[in-house]
C-alpha cells in the first residue's frame, strides 16, 4: 500500500509541477526544509502539527505563484516593465496605422462603386479590424519578450520631474476644434452653392463628372477623419509616428487634389466663358493648387514640431 500523501507532499508536488526538470530536484529539498523548519516553529508555540503544516503552506501562498518565484517568471500578461513602452508603442501605432488604413479602404471602397454610406461603414470597420489586430500583435510580442529572461533589461535611469508634459490649453483645442468643424461645414456649403451658381445655358462652375463622380465626398471624408485624428492626438500626446501618419494623409489628400485641380477636371471652362471670363479657370487652378500644397506643408509642419516638443519633453522619461 501506498502511504497517505499529507499537504506537505500535495504542496511541495503542485509546486514543482510547473517548474523546469533541472530545478526541481534541488527546490524539492529546499521547499521541503523550508516548511519542515516552519512546522517545528508552530509546534514549539503549541499548535498542533496539522495546524501548524497548514499555517505554513497558508503562508507560502499558492503554489504557482511560489513556483513563478523560484523559476523568475512573470505571472503578469505584460509586467511593470514593459509595460509602459508598450502602451506607448501601441498607441503610436494604433494612432498612426488606423487612421491611414481608414482613408485608404474608404477611398478605394468608394472608388469601386460603392455609396458613400457603404465606403464609410466599410472604412470604419477595416479602421477597427486593424486596429484590433495591431494591439493583438504587439501584446503578443511583449508577451514573449517578458517571458524571455536573456531579453530582459534593467531599469536603472530615475525619472525625471522636468520630463513631465505641458497641460494641454483645453479651451484653445475647443476653439481650434470648433473652427475646423466651421471650416468644414463652410467649405462643404461653399461648394455646393458655388455649383448652384451655373448660367443660364446650364454650365455649373465645378465639373459635373467630378461632382457626380463624388470626389467631394472624398474630399469631405478627409475633413471629417483630419478632425477625428485630432482628437485622438489631443487625448494620446503627439509623437513622430502620429507626424508621419499626417504627411500620408497630406500626400494622399494633396498630390490627387492638385492633380485633379491641374488638369483642368475641377473647374469648368464652360462657365468662366459664359461669364466673361476665360482666364478664370487659370487664375483660379493656381489659386487653388498653391493653397492645397500650402496648407498640406503647413500641417506636415505643424505635425512635426508638436511631434518634436513632446518628445523632448518626454526624452527624460524612463519607465
Excluded at 509546486?15 to 512546522?39: K, N, W, Y
Excluded at 514593459?82 to 498612426?96: F, I, Q
Excluded at 489628400?253 to 462657365?271: C, E, H, K, M, Q
Amino acid at each position: 500500500m501506498t502511504e497517505p500523501q499529507t499537504l506537505t507532499d500535495r504542496y511541495v508536488a503542485a509546486t514543482l509541477r510547473s517548474l523546469p526538470q533541472r530545478q526541481r530536484a534541488d527546490i524539492d529539498a529546499e521547499l521541503r526544509a523550508l516548511i519542515a523548519d516552519g512546522v517545528e516553529h508552530g509546534l514549539e508555540s503549541g499548535e498542533t502539527p496539522e495546524a501548524a503544516e497548514r499555517a505554513v503552506l497558508t503562508g507560502l501562498g499558492e503554489p504557482r505563484r511560489l513556483a513563478a518565484g523560484y523559476a523568475d517568471r512573470s505571472l503578469a500578461l505584460i509586467g511593470p516593465a514593459y509595460y509602459l513602452d508598450y502602451l506607448r508603442l501601441l498607441t503610436a501605432l494604433v494612432s498612426t496605422i488606423a487612421p491611414v488604413w481608414f482613408i485608404v479602404l474608404g477611398i478605394t471602397t468608394f472608388a469601386s462603386g460603392e455609396t458613400a454610406l457603404a465606403s464609410f461603414g466599410a472604412a470604419v470597420w477595416g479602421a477597427v479590424e486593424i486596429a484590433m489586430t495591431v494591439a493583438f500583435c504587439t501584446t503578443v510580442v511583449f508577451a514573449i519578450v517578458e517571458r524571455s529572461s536573456s531579453r530582459r533589461v534593467v531599469r536603472t535611469a530615475v525619472w525625471d520631474p522636468a520630463a513631465l508634459p505641458d497641460v494641454p490649453d483645453r479651451r484653445r483645442y475647443l476653439w481650434g476644434l470648433v473652427a475646423g468643424l466651421i471650416m468644414t461645414v463652410v467649405v462643404a456649403s461653399a461648394a455646393v452653392l458655388f455649383q448652384s451658381l451655373a448660367t443660364t445655358d446650364g454650365h455649373p462652375p465645378l465639373q459635373p463628372a467630378l461632382w457626380d463622380s463624388g470626389v467631394l465626398y472624398v474630399a469631405l471624408f478627409f475633413a471629417i477623419v483630419y478632425l477625428a485624428i485630432d482628437v485622438i492626438t489631443y487625448y494620446t500626446g503627439w509623437s513622430y509616428s502620429n507626424a508621419w501618419a499626417a504627411v500620408a494623409l497630406n500626400v494622399l489628400f494633396a498630390v490627387p487634389a492638385v492633380w485633379i485641380t491641374a488638369s483642368g477636371r475641377l473647374l469648368n471652362p464652360d462657365y468662366f466663358a459664359a461669364v466673361g471670363w476665360p482666364d478664370g479657370v487659370r487664375i483660379v487652378t493656381t489659386i487653388v493648387v498653391v493653397v492645397v500644397i500650402l496648407l498640406a506643408v503647413l500641417d506636415v509642419l505643424d505635425a512635426f514640431t508638436r511631434a518634436g516638443r513632446h518628445s523632448r519633453a518626454a526624452s527624460a522619461q524612463v519607465a
